[in-house]
């Protein structure tokens, strides 16, 4: 399936170009058809007041009206038409960041800069790029030395709270103090001794209010058990003098409690007992089942008033009176949920963050206070850190670029196409996923496909609108709109020129010409067929990694995830043997070469351990990083990486201070070349033989990731029995890497796996791919080593078909083999 739209179009210079004042006028039908605003409020109106502002240092003003211009255009662009003749060079995301530079709104500058420059368009301008670069430089200085007196402030903050909370916890006020501390939390949540004091103040609070709910709740169980036993309901009565007496020792209520079980042994004759017991007995278990706990509790204390030492009736009784206090416990723990709830949406953030706190010292991984505690902490973090400037106006709206096709026609941007069937693609760069929407000809709403995927802190959403074309001009809007509610609006004029042989008088030869072209086409694929059956075509691969992507299946989700976690850490694969750990670590590489990440620029490497001996490892893992990357960079004396002699030959041997000094130069040369944060990423296969060296080469490789450059330095490791060496603490390695475990492909992937590659030049009778996905148990080497094996018999017999006998006699041969290697 083609990836892009209209690859088999005509080159645009050899197209027919219609007379300079059609064009204009086909590209205002086009504005009009679209619906687009050409009266009132346009875009090029909120960028000049924009402009004005700045220059007059009314920075939230130009803030709002850069807004208003993104929400109508989207896209930047250079010497865009703006009214009349006039044209502007229109950077709406790299004005933006100035203006928040200027507030002191850094992270927000910041990400105006990267959209801008992840648009692309900013790079035709000289100047317009430099801009973008000097105040890129200004705001990353500027959040250092915020981000600096920020850090002071909170030590600051921390240690006042911590100090307050103390001194109120010794004077008895526990909940003050935990409100105290919370503020230090806030702002730096992850100090030990702050953290060890919430603890504390979390556990005596709850056994101050424990112990304090508990004696209330004596008091009303005894006052209650009063009046059942006045009233003759010993059994009521001995219920909750139990609970009593379960909080602690109490005369009255042991007093009561014999008072109750002399009444309900009177009150049953002697003769009738053994039956009482029975049915009472019977009835508590219907009851406990049924959930109904203090009736149950009731008739346990007729049998147990009766046989003190019925055994079950005590173990019922003891399970129930448990559940029965866990049941009470999380209803305390709801209700200090919902309090907390409604404290934070008051705006209470303190009381919330006390309330959340009491649920996690009974219960230390609740989801919702955790939720809780960590909203309340951002709240109030941003309440004392606030920089005094902000305003609450950091958010950016999407940004929107089109896979352009677009030419000048008559000062209007537009595509000229000759076929009705039109496809615009684009993607929309945003902090949050977007939704996408699109109007189409005549301003109806058109399918908006489209599919996000996070990239580092941003999420790209790739996006395809199609849509059969009128003769003329039509505009499409495509509208972005993020998770806050920000929205951008972009459009795309197309012209469409209808060829001469699809006039309507031309309908019959038209058909006949149609004919004749499939046929031609029929002829073309039959020619390229025949040709692949003489050359044996056959695209499946037995043995080595998979390097085409095309035959790459099932484990999307897998490298979406790894390309998620790798920009802050390293990552453990394992898997048993040809699962296809090589294959990923391969693919891993070509994309992170290709990816355009906002904030990072990825070199990865791919290191082959594989019967590496110990004594040459540093030296093998040197030679094999600089091979990959040194032939375009020179170190820092000016000196070529490329003639650096291989360590692997050098005379005087190759340390692991030797790797130390030359990764550090190569880091510095890479840095040197690029405006991003760079990530040299180790793709390590074969990893199992670290397992086999002396401990100490482990901890020297581990000791790279804790140099100076680390924050530059990053691994993707793959093994089949690393895991459980590196599970033990004692290993160098212990808690180091996230671990992600590969798995045998989705049945969907394997089918797609069988039936993909050998697509127009085969036909595969049904079930067969199923068959094979299921004797290959969604394992990629056996699927391509059977299709292997099933494409080569149907060359040698002279078949185009796959069929299930031929899937029936590879089982059987494989069971063939399998009993002669057990004999």
Known sequence: MEETPREDEPSRRGRRRCPRGLAAALAVLALLAGGGPLLGDPWYAHYENAERALRDKQWRTAVEQLRQAIERKGDSGVRVRSYGMKVVDYFPYLRLGIAYHELGQYDAALEAFDTEERLGVVRGSGPAANELQQYRQLALAAKREQAGAAGRRAADILAQSVGEARDLAQRGQLDEAMNALGRGLAVVPEDADALALMADLRSRVVARDRARDEAAAAERNLETARQHLAAGRPEQAATLLRQVLAAGANAEASALLTRAQEAIAASVASGERAQRIAEALAAARRLAAAGKTPEALHQLELVLALDPQQAEAAALRTQLAAAQSEATEQTRLDDQLAAAQAHLAAG?????????????????????????????????????????????????????????????????????????????????????????????????????????????????????????????????????????????????????????????????????????????????????????????????????????????????????????????????????????????????????????????????????????????????????????????????????????????????????????????????????????RIRLVLLIDEVDELNHYDPRVNQKLRSLFMKRFAESLVAVVAGVQIRKEWEKETSPWYNFFEEVAVEPIASASARELVLQPIRGVFRVEPGVAERIAVLSAGRPYLIQRHCLALVNRLHDEGRRTLTLADVESLEQRAASQERDGGH
């Open 348 to 676: 209470r953030f303190e009381a919330a963050l006390s309330a959340a706190n009491l649920v996690l010292a009974v219960d230390r991984g609740q989801p919702q206070a955790l939720a809780l505690v960590g909203r309340a902490y951002g709240e109030i973090s941003r309440r004392l850190l606030a920089s005094p400037a902000g305003g609450g106006l950091g958010n950016i709206p999407p940004a929107i670029r089109f896979a352009d096709q677009r030419q000048d026609e008559g000062g209007t941007l537009a595509e000229r196409v000759t076929a009705s069937e039109f496809r615009l693609t684009g993607m929309a760069i945003d902090s949050s996923p977007v939704t996408i929407s699109a109007l189409g000809p005549g301003g109806r709403p058109v399918p908006a496909e489209s599919r996000s995927q996070q990239v580092g802190d941003y999420h790209v959403t790739e996006f395809r609108v199609e849509s059969r074309l009128p003769a003329g001009g039509t505009t499409f809007r495509v509208v972005a709109t993020d998770t806050a509610g920000l929205a951008s609006r972009s459009e795309y004029a197309v012209i469409y020129e209808r060829p001469w042989f699809r006039s309507p008088w031309l309908g019959a030869l038209g058909a006949s010409l149609a004919g004749a072209a499939i046929g031609g086409a029929t002829i073309g694929r039959r020619r390229r067929r025949r040709s692949r059956l003489r050359r044996r075509f056959n695209p499946y691969i037995a043995g080595g990694p998979v390097f085409d992507e095309g035959l790459f299946f099932g484990r999307e989700a897998l490298l979406q995830r790894i390309l998620q976690t790798i920009h802050t850490n390293s990552l453990l694969l394992h898997g048993e043997r040809r699962i296809g750990k090589t294959s990923i670590l391969h693919q891993l590489r070509r994309r992170l070469e290709t990816m355009e990440d906002p904030e990072y620029q990825f070199h990865p490497v791919y290191v082959d351990l594989q019967g590496t001996p110990e004594e040459k490892f540093f030296a093998t893992l040197a030679d094999q990083v600089f091979e990959a990357l040194s032939p375009t960079l020179a170190s820092a004396d000016g000196r070529p990486f490329a003639s650096r002699q291989p360590a692997l030959t050098r005379e005087a041997g190759y340390s692991h201070h030797d790797l130390v000094r030359e990764l550090h130069e190569l880091l510095q040369s890479l840095q040197a070349g690029s405006t991003k």
